[in-house]
């Protein structure tokens, strides 16, 4: 499964961006996804994740109530909507497809995994 992600790019504070991600195909079973970002100089940390009937979602602490991550399995699609952007925003945001059904708060929970995009929030 390949994974393209885009709508990344600069926006100013406390604006917004909204993120998609299309798997190449649906995978054999019926798996989560999720967002993580790599923010400068730091490691790869979880952002938000849902589960395959999307009846379950799952964000870090730092995007409560900013964030807001949607699917839809007919387009094999993830997104991130993106509000009250911070510059402790910035970073390259990764999708990826879970292990399972659920929505795991770890890497080590996902298979397959985007190329990353670009999301830069001045000040």
């Known amino acids: 499964v390949q994974l393209q992600a885009s709508g990344g790019g600069l926006v100013q504070a406390g604006g917004s961006l909204s993120l998609s991600c299309a798997a190449s195909r649906r995978t054999s079973s019926n798996n989560g996804m999720g967002w993580f970002r790599q923010r400068p100089g730091k490691e790869r940390e979880f952002v938000a994740a849902i589960s395959w009937s999307g009846g379950f979602t799952n964000y870090a602490d730092s995007v409560k109530g900013r964030f807001t991550i949607s699917r839809d399995n007919a387009k094999n699609t993830v997104y991130l909507q993106m509000n009250s952007l911070r510059t402790e925003d910035t970073a390259v945001y990764y999708c990826?497809?879970?292990?399972?059904?659920?929505?795991?708060?770890?890497?080590?929970?996902?298979?397959?995994w985007g190329q990353g995009t670009q999301v830069t929030v001045s000040s």
């Open positions: 990826a497809v879970a292990l399972g059904s659920m929505a795991p708060g770890v890497s080590s929970g996902y298979r397959y």
